[in-house]
């Protein structure tokens, strides 16, 4: 199986691993706040906001040009802050709908690469590592910890 082939499962096996952590959680529990300033719906949020940034990204390094500008995502804080912010008053219903069509269309631009770029060192691997399995399972494992602790 191919580097790529391999990074795909992955992700879709880790996106599935963070839809368990998340299953049967109520709107008010996926908005109750435990994480800093977020719960779990806006750690889905994020998660989403990555993926419609890493789309375009992925396009550029199938066209062999630089994924954004050099910079662009130093301050990842801030980033989460904006996408975020850009979701106040959505429906908890919604960004779930949001998150899974962010995921498929993240994985579907990744699929569309050659393999080339995801050999280690390769142009996307990085940026697809880290949203995508890297980053459910970080996510999925605070949920389910968080979720334990507040156990009856």
């Known amino acids: 199986m191919s580097d790529k082939a391999t990074l795909l499962r992955e992700a879709d096996e880790a996106f599935d691993e963070l839809h ?29 906001g990555w993926h419609r940034e890493m789309v ?39 960004v779930l709908t949001e998150l899974d069509a962010a995921h498929r269309a993240f994985v579907a631009s990744a699929a569309g690469l050659p393999d080339r770029h ?3 060192g390769g142009a996307a691997r990085e940026s697809f590592e880290g949203a995508g399995a890297g980053h459910y399972r970080e996510h999925a494992a605070q949920i389910r910890e968080w979720r334990q602790r507040t156990a009856p």
């Open 118 to 120: 995801f050999s280690p």
């Open 20 to 48: 368990r952590a998340i299953d049967g959680l109520t709107d008010e529990e996926m908005r109750r706040v435990w994480l800093g300033s977020w719960g779990v719906r806006e750690i889905l949020i994020h998660i989403s």
């Open 56 to 94: 375009p990204a992925l396009g550029r390094i199938g066209k062999d040009e630089a994924p954004s500008p050099a910079g662009t995502y130093d301050d990842f804080d801030a980033w989460n802050a904006r996408f975020v912010e850009r979701k106040t008053g959505v429906k908890t219903a919604d």
